[in-house]
């Protein structure tokens, strides 16, 4: 048994000691009721505006791809039956990436945030069918007085119960265009959550590759430090030899305080990075120092990498269909509100009963009885129409301002999708362009290596001064550094790759 009903049966009982009959009424109308609503919420279907276009033409393949293939070396495969590639981050074969992830989508707040604006969006539409089903109050009053010369200056006991029930009738579709504005809402902000986990994680994986970018430049910059150290020591001894100056001393105990201050500014780059993964994994730093710890080598990348076609691409990224439901619901919005000029229509009823004890006896002052009857049913069916006429402008401002939020909606899913477009155009570029830089960058640092032993060789033979040395030392430490940070730019240019295409949200 429902509150309601409950309630009902036990005031009948109880508060107004109605005879069963009068119980066993109410009941029906009750019943009677929420048959009604039942059959009003099975003939009513509402769906939200289908799919919008958004009227910019989606090219074939992308631009950037189609280039000199003995240049480019296909690092990227356009395929036109490809799907977007969801649980991308497995491709880099790399545990610690894995565990990263499924803790930042098992406890990051701002996954959390969008699921609450999902909650809200979807009370709201409930607020918005609310709107179409009628409104049924139960009502109950007691009161019990002395109203002077309206009781004959004798007590009176008055009890009313009463269902209320109030109907507005959409018969122009006013509340079915709210409706259907709140349901294009809540599919919205569904696909923000998509989008949501894509940037997410992304951002996750690139810190990743952040962090142990700054292990390495740390490992270099020690090693480098280490060797520098080493050719000082010599120097020195050679100085106090008079095999070599003091200058030849400064030079080298200089090169080893600049590799020394390159150290400090890459330990706050380490625990800046290492911070803000802790933050996008939902917790306090330091809490995933067990992940930080580890340091497997990298798995080499796939040298090619297959692309979904441009069409395929935006009906998967999230922010692409966001964008298109936002353009729905401003339309059914738009139509709602072109609606207030019609009528409303609505009904209205009470059925209930009353009570009344205590009315003096008319035969006799001095005594009072119950009425004849212990109880009155009451009831009323009423309907009203109300037509605007005069309002200054209100409803033709709200039509102007839906309309103009409609306009704006279309120009914003436009947008999305030239952004769309483009974010994967740059990511391209920057991957395949990448790819080239690495390759020189890799053969200049091994080059490097190569004369900076040869350098040592000939500095501890005589063949060569310190300087060229120190020079050397200069130009491996750096080439190293950025052959190394070009590796990890690589794989973070694929994770742009892999979000730019919208994957990630169905993992």
């Known amino acids: ?27 029906a109308t009750f019943a009677r009721s929420l048959l009604f609503i039942s059959l009003l919420a099975l003939t009513s279907c509402f769906r939200p505006v289908g799919f919008q276009k958004s009227g910019i033409e989606t090219p074939e393949t992308w631009h950037t791809l189609p280039g000199d293939p003995e240049i480019w070396d296909k690092p990227l495969i356009v395929d036109e039956c490809a799907k977007v590639e969801q649980r991308w981050w497995c491709n880099f074969e790399d545990p610690t990436l894995d565990t990263f ?75 079915q265009a709210r409706l259907a504005a709140t349901i294009a809402l809540v599919q919205n ?21 952040d962090f142990r970018n700054y292990q390495q430049q740390l490992v270099i910059a020690n090693e480098n430090l280490a060797t520098q150290k080493r050719t000082l020591e010599l120097t020195t001894a050679q100085f106090q030899e008079a095999y070599a100056s003091n200058f030849d001393v400064q030079r080298a105990a200089a090169e080893v305080a600049s590799t020394e201050s390159r150290i400090p500014t890459l330990q706050i780059a380490l625990e800046t990075t290492r911070n803000h993964l802790d933050l996008l994994l939902g917790s306090i730093p330091g809490e995933n120092d067990d992940l930080f710890a580890i340091q497997e080598p990298l798995q080499p990348l796939d040298p090619q990498i297959v692309i979904a076609a441009p069409a395929t691409v935006l009906g998967t990224r999230p922010d692409v269909r966001a964008a298109e439901r936002n353009f729905a619901a401003s339309i059914s919005s738009f139509d709602a509100a072109k609606k207030e000029w019609f009528p409303t229509i609505s009904l209205a009823s009470f059925f209930g009963f009353q009570a009344l004890q205590g009315i003096p006896n008319s035969d006799d002052s001095t005594t ?66 990448e790819i080239q830089r690495n390759v020189s ?7 490097n290596h190569k004369a900076l032993v040869l350098a040592n060789q000939q500095y501890i033979n005589g063949y060569t001064n310190l300087l060229d040395v120190l020079v050397v030392q200069r130009n491996a430490l750096d080439a190293e550094s950025v052959a190394a940070e070009s590796d990890y730019k690589l794989r973070k240019d694929l994770v742009n790759i892999y979000t730019a295409a919208g994957g990630g949200w169905a993992y």
């Open 1 to 27: 048994m429902s509150a309601a009903k409950f309630f009902l049966t036990d005031f009948l009982q109880k508060s107004i000691c109605l005879p069963k009959r009068a119980i066993l009424a109410c009941k």
């Open 101 to 175: 992830i499924a803790r930042a989508l098992l406890k990051n707040k701002t996954l959390r945030i969008a699921a609450t604006r999902i909650e809200e969006a979807r009370a709201a539409r409930l607020g918005a069918f609310s709107l179409l089903m009628p409104e049924i109050n139960l009502h109950a009053d007691a009161q019990r007085g002395n109203q002077g010369f309206f009781t004959l200056d004798k007590p009176l006991a008055y009890e009313d119960v009463t269902l209320q029930a109030n109907w507005e009738l959409d018969l122009f579709g006013k509340n």
């Open 189 to 209: 902000e569904q696909i923000l959550r998509q989008s949501v986990i894509v940037s997410l994680l992304a951002e996750v994986a690139r810190s990743y590759f």
């Open 368 to 433: 009072t009885t119950t009425v004849l009857k212990p109880f009155i049913r009451t009831w009323n069916v009423a309907g009203t129409l109300m037509q605007p006429l005069i309002n200054f402008g209100r409803i033709e401002a709200d039509i102007e301002a839906a309309g103009a939020r409609q306009k704006r909606a279309y120009l914003e899913y436009q947008e999305t999708v030239l952004e769309a477009l483009e974010n994967m155009e740059d990511a391209l570029a920057n991957y395949l362009y």
């Open 441 to 447: 960058l890799t053969q200049a640092a091994n080059s």
